[in-house]
């Protein structure tokens, strides 16, 4: 199909390879000195999300248009790198990723110190570097899940099952939302059987795509949110993800907060380290990560480290995703953001 061009700066392409050896691609636009603001996508996309073209403005074109120098990150999980068809946890995206990109950005632009929008799994696991020591980074905007993960019921009968660790077990490395036309009969009784998934009547649609994002992630956006057009390209910003990535959001699923892949309860005792800055974005009908996930990291960040560093703002009518590309989202979710980033 016919993209139509961004209102942005030319892209600028950086490879970089990670200090395990694993290339990241960081795109940048740079429209202005405010910054620089990388921003980080959730498990089964790439960082497409935040440059849609079948929305009237989407998030990089507001950032540039507010003088922001931007980056958007592909991690090893962005369906846009070779390196998304591996074997990898979270530990490892936050070991060895954002400590990459960040010293980059760094050095490309010769900034002390970065901001960041992180969304789904790149929040999380950019909690996790965090945690971890990540430094150069001075303020944070969080999309829908950070350091606590509350779900729906059958988001934790899918976990308590161990559905990813078993599929590990057959040798099944990868899930994907991709649909192809030419799927065999195995692939078609799948997605027949994925129109029984239990969905609320105004959520039920006829693409199968949707249907396999909401058996993954569950419901990952309110349709009356998405436009036409957006809904139609779903195929274009999904993709695969893989499963020991499914197995370890699970293990955090089932104890409620980050931990390591191995069960190690190695983040939490550092939330010292999240002393900074940070906003908390959440869509009110959000049934991938429910809005009581935010709401008890900002409870307890507040409770550690003094409450005038952290805000929380609950999107009315909005799910997960749809923050991101909603039809609406420059006029109902980007303003939040900018805010957050112009303060800090």
Not at 93 to 101: M, V
Not at 168 to 183: E, F, I, K, P, T
Not at 226 to 252: P, Y
Request: net charge neutral; aromatic share 10%.
């Amino acid at each position: 199909r016919k993209k139509r061009p961004l209102r942005a700066p030319a892209p600028q392409i950086h490879f970089l390879e990670t200090g395990d050896g694993v290339t990241l691609r960081l795109t940048r636009y740079q429209g202005g000195s405010k910054g620089p603001v990388l921003l980080s996508h959730g498990l089964g996309v790439s960082s497409r999300i935040f440059t849609v073209d079948t929305i009237e403005t989407n998030l990089v074109e507001y950032l540039v248009a507010h003088g922001f120098d931007v980056w958007l990150l592909d991690y090893r999980a962005s369906i846009d790198l070779p390196a998304s068809a591996g074997s990898f946890t979270g530990d490892e995206i936050a070991a060895w990723d954002y400590p990459a990109a960040v010293t980059t950005v760094r050095q490309h632009t010769g900034a002390t110190s970065i901001q960041a929008v992180v969304h789904c799994f790149g929040a999380t696991t950019f909690f996790m570097s965090m945690l971890a020591g990540l430094s150069g980074v001075r303020s944070i905007v969080c999309s829908q899940v950070a350091t606590h993960l509350v779900t729906p019921v059958m988001t934790r009968l899918k976990c308590g099952l161990h559905i990813p660790d078993f599929l590990d077990r057959l040798g099944v490395r990868s899930l994907s939302a991709y649909v192809d036309a030419r799927d065999d009969w195995h692939e078609r009784l799948y997605d027949e059987a994925l129109r029984l998934y239990p969905l609320a009547a105004r959520e039920r649609c006829a693409d199968p795509v949707c249907h396999r994002i909401s058996f993954l992630y569950s419901l990952l956006y309110e349709h009356a949110q998405l436009n036409a057009a957006t809904h139609d390209v779903l195929h274009e910003l999904f993709g695969v993800a893989s499963v020991r990535c499914f197995e370890h959001v699970g293990l955090m699923v089932r104890r409620g907060h980050v931990v390591k892949a191995s069960g190690a309860d190695d983040y939490l005792p550092h939330l010292d380290r999240l002393a900074l800055p940070i906003a908390f974005l959440h869509g009110a009908e959000n049934e991938c990560f429910l809005p009581p996930s935010t709401e008890t990291a900002y409870h307890l960040l507040r409770e550690r480290n003094g409450k005038n560093l952290y805000s929380r703002h609950v999107i009315a009518g909005y799910g997960h995703i749809d923050c991101i590309f909603g039809k609406n989202a420059v006029r109902d979710v980007y303003p939040h953001i900018t805010r957050h980033l112009e303060a800090t």
